[in-house]
C-alpha cells in the first residue's frame, strides 16, 4: 500500500504501539483504491491488526513491545 503526505502532517511514533498520524492523508492500495482520511489516524506498527494497515488495537492484547 502507497501512502500519499501532505504538508503540515506528522507521524508519532507510540511506544509499543502504532504510529498515530496526524493531518490530512490519502491511501492508495495496489490496486490503485484511494482512501482519504483527515484528523487523527493510527497506523499498525507490530503487524498483527486484522485492519492492516490501521491499527485495531491487537498490539495491547499481544503486549507487543518495541
Ligand atoms: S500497532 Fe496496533 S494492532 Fe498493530
Not at 502507497?2 to 492508495?28: A, D, R, S
Not at 483527515?38 to 488495537?57: I, N, T, W, Y
Request: include cysteine; glycine fraction near 10%.
Amino acid at each position: 500500500m502507497e501512502h500519499t503526505l501532505e504538508q503540515n502532517n506528522k507521524i508519532v511514533v507510540l511506544e509499543n504501539g502504532p504510529y498515530l498520524m496526524e493531518g490530512k492523508f490519502t491511501f492508495i492500495d495496489h490496486t490503485g483504491s484511494e482512501t482519504s482520511k483527515e484528523g487523527k489516524v493510527a497506523l499498525c506498527r507490530c503487524g498483527l491488526s486484522a485492519s492492516k494497515p490501521f491499527c485495531d488495537g491487537t498490539h495491547r492484547r499481544n503486549e507487543w513491545k518495541s
